[in-house]
């Protein structure tokens, strides 16, 4: 899903070992039918008209630039902090692809019918700062769209429900900067004024982790909470074995709550 077990890989691509592997990352999510399906509808929450001028905010490869505008015929700007991805989006066919920080959009005020940020906000440091930025650069009466995974909704059923409590919580807490912001992303819109505001829940339910596992590094969790002094160096091989049990009686369940806030600036 996110990180393929290490700690906030997505906070600064371009200074992990291999930033090549982050846009395999993003690849092999946006091709599981749940992730393509929300995506799809976080940019319907835009209601796009053909001509209008959007931005997405870690934009990754671009690959969600490129639908809203083919979709759409809409014109997208896709803005990422990392060289690597904006690279990869140019590679593509993204033309409008820049590299800048979320925290200090360089654009003018009111410059957007809309702006977008997907699984981004977790990873920022100061999401508050990068909301304002977004909402900055939207023109009155536009539209703004947020997507995230909520980590206080995570279930694990492995046989130990403190151990998986114990382990989900440090993903939910320590490797993500704010990875239990998104049901709060309402209530900072309202915040600031915002109208005609909509949340909508999409729950991932992972009972083959061994299609995604690799991706979302889920069976890595306990140990790297081990090595963060989190967990017991025992308890995090406890945690595997009986992760591996889980799998092989066919009880493995784990299920994650995403997001999508969406709302319309004041005219
Ligand atoms: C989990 S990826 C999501 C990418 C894309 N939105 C998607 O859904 O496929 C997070 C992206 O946000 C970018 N990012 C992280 N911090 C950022 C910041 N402060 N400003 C701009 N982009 C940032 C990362 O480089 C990465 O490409």
Do not use: C
């Amino acid at each position: 899903m996110d990180e393929p077990g290490a700690a906030h890989g997505f906070t600064s691509v371009d200074s992990q070992t291999r930033p090549g592997d982050w846009v395999t990352v993003l690849d092999r999510v946006a091709a599981e039918p749940f992730y393509a399906a929300y995506k799809r509808r976080l940019r319907e929450l835009l209601r796009p008209t053909a001509g209008e001028l959007f931005l997405e905010v870690g934009a990754g490869t671009g690959d969600a630039a490129r639908a809203l505008r083919a979709r759409w015929n809409a014109e997208v700007v896709a803005l990422d902090s990392s060289l690597t991805m904006a690279a990869r989006a140019r590679t593509r066919g993204l033309a409008r692809a820049v590299v800048a920080d979320g925290h200090r959009l360089p654009f003018g005020a009111d410059r957007f019918d809309g702006a977008w940020a997907d699984r981004v906000l977790q990873h920022v440091a100061d999401p508050d700062r990068v909301l304002d930025e977004l909402l900055r650069v939207i023109r009155p009466g536009g539209r703004i769209a947020l997507a995230d995974p909520d980590y206080d909704t995570q279930v694990l059923d492995i046989d130990d429900r403190e151990l998986a409590r114990r382990v989900l919580r440090f993903r939910a807490d320590v490797l993500l900067r704010n990875g239990t912001l998104a049901h709060r992303q309402a209530g900072l819109l309202a915040a600031r004024g915002l109208h005609d505001l909509t949340v909508e829940a999409r729950t991932l339910v992972v009972r083959d982790p061994s299609a995604v596992d690799n991706v979302m590094g889920l069976r890595t969790w306990a140990h790297t909470a081990a090595a963060r002094g989190h967990v017991d160096p025992a308890d995090a091989d406890r945690f595997v074995a009986l992760y591996d049990d889980a799998v092989r009686t066919g009880r493995f369940t784990y299920a994650v709550t995403f997001f999508l806030t969406a709302a319309t600036l004041p005219e």
